[in-house]
């Protein structure tokens, strides 16, 4: 049962046709059978024609119905009294409300309305007087008016369906865009992320590199402890590479161990010590009371002195310096980074260096926006560079 269900609903039309020929079959058998009804060379055209609706109803709505009103005025001029086959007129004024076009539901409707009290007008019963006909012609228009409302109701309620599911498509749309949108932005991040370990612990690595290759010789204790912070420094490098590599990584269980933390305010000092252990003489300064920050606050704060003491070293100069300020205010963190370097022009330090990926003052600014910070930056009067940050403990809305 439920294929022959299923096969009908795929075929609609076999079902119309069917019906039909039902339809056609009872209304000459019943012509046949019973009292005469008008004249057979009507009769026989006309329940033709009124089958001919039902077939093709869900086709063709507005010119059946059309088709059908002009069998009704037929019937009426031609005085065939009411037919089995005239069921063909409820059925297709419900399908017109249903499928068809507006003006074709009004007509159905009006058309629906008027078939009743014209044959009962056409065809009265003397023995029921006048007020007997307008009772039968009420209650003949009843199954049209019932009929158009259904089908209307019918309308209204796909209509309804058709709204959410394009609401529902729409919105599974709009969440595809903002997953590609923030698979970009987590690319972006993991790019900035990136280039700041790199940026950082590669210079740090290089310049350890050629000092050791200078002491090698003459200062052997220098060379070896040169050599332990290349060490160091590329483990940690590794670590850092290591957590943000894995957040791409999918469809794979790691150990929490193989993650470290992110780095966070504590942690400048260690960097500071890290620059000055490189070769790279910096003051560094807290002021105002140390307390938590929100982690993202601590992480932008983190990587603009990373970024910062790394442009230092890369276009400083050799007997550059450079200091650094924290200043805890009741509503945010201060940040200030000089240095007193040659310094490079201030385009190249927003192309993010010599790498020109736009990872440098660029991604300072992206971190900083996130957090809803500002961020000044830029040349010194005589020589040298600053940045300056303010990080709020509430992004700005």
């Excluded at 003397?126 to 209650?139: K, N």
């Excluded at 483990?235 to 999918?250: K, N, S």
């Excluded at 201060?334 to 990872?359: S, T, W």
């Excluded at 971190?367 to 809803?372: D, F, I, N, P």
């Amino acid at each position: 049962m439920q294929r022959l269900y299923d096969f009908l609903r795929r075929h609609p039309m076999w079902v119309d046709g069917f019906w039909a020929v039902v339809l056609l079959g009872i209304s000459v058998l019943g012509g046949a059978a019973g009292e005469r009804i008008g004249p057979w060379a009507a009769v026989l055209p006309i329940t033709l024609l009124l089958s001919l609706v039902v077939a093709l109803r869900r086709r063709m709505p507005e010119k059946m119905l059309l088709l059908a009103a002009a069998v009704g005025v037929a019937q009426l001029v031609t005085d065939v009294a009411i037919l089995p086959a005239d069921f063909a007129m409820l059925v297709i004024v419900y399908t017109v409300a249903v499928e068809g076009s507006r003006w074709a539901s009004r007509f159905a409707l009006v058309a629906g309305l008027c078939a009743a009290p014209l044959a009962q007008l056409r065809w009265s019963n003397e023995q029921t007087g006048v007020a007997g006909d307008i009772a039968l012609a009420v209650l003949q228009t009843v199954p049209f008016a019932l009929a158009w409302v259904l089908g209307d109701s019918i309308r209204t309620r796909r209509a309804y369906f058709a709204q959410l599911e394009e609401r529902a498509a729409r919105l599974e749309k709009e969440r595809e865009a903002q997953s590609k949108v923030a698979v970009a932005a987590e690319r972006a991040r993991i790019a900035r992320e990136l280039h700041d370990v790199v940026a950082h612990n590669v210079s740090v690595m290089v310049v350890q590199a050629d000092g050791a290759a200078y002491v090698l010789d003459a200062a052997p204790d220098q060379a070896k402890k040169a050599l332990e912070t290349i060490s160091s420094t590329g483990r940690q490098a590794l670590a850092e590479m290591r957590r943000l590599l894995g957040v791409l990584r999918t469809g794979e269980h790691q150990e929490a161990g193989e993650y470290v933390p992110q780095p966070d305010v504590e942690q400048i000092e260690d960097l500071v010590e890290q620059c000055r252990t490189s070769g790279l003489p910096v003051d560094f300064k807290v002021e105002g009371t140390a307390r938590p920050l929100p982690s993202g606050v601590e992480l932008t704060a983190y990587r603009i002195v990373q970024e910062a003491l790394t442009n230092t070293r890369k276009h400083g100069g050799p007997n550059a310096g450079a200091s650094v300020r924290l200043v805890y205010f009741d509503d945010g963190l201060g940040l200030l980074v000089e240095d007193d370097g040659k310094g490079a022009p201030h385009e190249l330090y927003e192309e993010g260096g010599f790498d020109g990926q736009g990872h440098g003052l660029i991604g300072m600014r992206e971190r900083v926006g996130m957090v809803g910070g500002t961020l000044d930056a830029g040349p010194r009067p005589g020589g040298g560079f600053r940045i300056s940050a303010l990080l709020p403990l509430k992004p700005a809305h």
